[in-house]
Nanobody, 123 residues
Framework: QAQLVESGGGLAQAGGSLRLSCAAS????????MGWFRQAPGKEREFVAS???????YYEDSAKGRFTITRDNAKNTVALQMNSLKPEDTGVYYC?????????????????WGQGTQVTVSS
């Protein structure tokens, strides 16, 4: 069973930055598509960013130009650099992994999920 552990969440001011990290287990990490999702209180979980096994990336529209998803297959890690943060970025951020080719914004593509890390952006 793959295990994912997020870290790096916290409190930031609007306009500030945070970097989230996700540590994954398993020798098959390099073959997984990876993603970040978030869930605000009382709202549905939503897609944020995805990176494929061959390093292609895809972003939710509001994250595009502000967030950057990266992966390091040698370290079995994926990161989400978040700049120009807005209060609406607040939520629990989840790292996810799936055995698929390319990028995906669909939760159904991801079989493995971390426990989440809280991000709070104050105005």
């Amino acid at each position: 069973q793959a295990q994912l552990v997020e870290s790096g969440g916290g409190l930031a001011q609007a306009g500030g930055s945070l970097r989230l990290s996700c540590a994954a287990s398993g020798r098959t990490f390099s073959t997984y598509g990876m993603g970040w999702f978030r869930q605000a209180p009382g709202k549905e979980r939503e897609f944020v960013a995805s990176v494929s096994s061959d390093y292609r990336t895809y972003y939710e529209d509001s994250a595009k130009g502000r967030f950057t998803i990266t992966r390091d297959n040698a370290k079995n890690t994926v990161a989400l650099q978040m700049n120009s943060l807005k209060p609406e970025d607040t939520g629990v951020y989840y790292c996810a992994a799936g055995a698929f080719l390319g990028v995906s914004r669909s939760s159904r593509s991801y079989a493995y999920w971390g426990q989440g890390t809280q991000v709070t952006v104050s105005s």
